[in-house]
């Protein structure tokens, strides 16, 4: 998979929180671009949103996706 889709992760509010998650996706291939004041990432890469979500998850973030 390499489009991009975007989750909404309610619970990301910081520099912190934005290093935490690009360091959850790097491993996975993906690359995100983030909006903090939508509490929004929008991901790129080989990875399905399913596992993106996953990642997230497990350190703490909550994610769902956006549609479209």
């Known amino acids: 998979m390499s489009d991009a ?3 909404s992760v309610p619970d990301m509010s910081c520099g ?3 290093a935490s998650i690009d360091a959850a996706l790097a491993p996975l291939g993906g690359t995100a671009a983030f909006d903090m004041d939508t509490r929004r990432v929008t991901v ?3 990875l399905a949103p399913d596992a993106a979500i996953e990642a ?3 350190i703490g973030f909550p994610a769902q ?3 479209a």
């Open 65 to 67: 996706t956006v549609p």
């Open 5 to 7: 889709f975007t989750l």
């Open 44 to 46: 790129s890469g080989p």
């Open 16 to 18: 912190h929180c934005r």
């Open 56 to 58: 997230l998850d497990r």
